[in-house]
């Protein structure tokens, strides 16, 4: 089975930028869905993005687009999350899950099998 790795994580000034990358262990992307989530203090986990691997269509939570994108380093078989503008609030647990979801499913953890650690990220001056 494929176990997403999380990294680059950190801790950056607000307004700064950041990008995680997500790579596959004990397996490969193919034929999955890659959704990152994230969970700040005292907040339930939410989704923040994920991409396709086949076929490449992206998704987005609420308010997300903006200032996060997420895509394919093929030739790697890692997903990035490319986060800009970074914000106080942005400051959460970074999770990087594997799953087969459909369309109106795509934001739901339960969607998900493979669940990696998770990669802290903290917003602050």
């Known amino acids: 089975q494929v176990q997403p790795v999380e990294s680059g994580g950190g801790l950056v000034q607000p307004g700064g930028s950041l990008r995680l990358s997500c790579a596959a262990s004990?397996?490969?992307?193919?034929?999955?869905?890659v959704g990152w989530f994230r969970q700040g203090p005292g907040t339930e986990r939410e989704f923040v993005a994920g991409?396709?691997?086949?076929?490449?269509?992206?998704y987005y939570g609420d308010s997300m687009r903006e200032r996060f994108s997420t895509v394919k380093d093929t030739a790697n078989g890692a997903v990035f999350l490319e986060m800009n503008n970074l914000k106080p609030e942005d400051t959460a647990v970074y999770y990087c899950a594997v799953g087969r979801p459909i369309m109106s499913t795509v934001t739901t953890e339960r969607a998900y099998y493979y669940w990696g650690q998770g990669t802290q990220v903290t917003v602050s001056s």
């Open positions: 991409v396709r691997w086949s076929g490449g269509n992206r």
């Open positions: 004990g397996g490969t992307f193919v034929g999955y869905t």
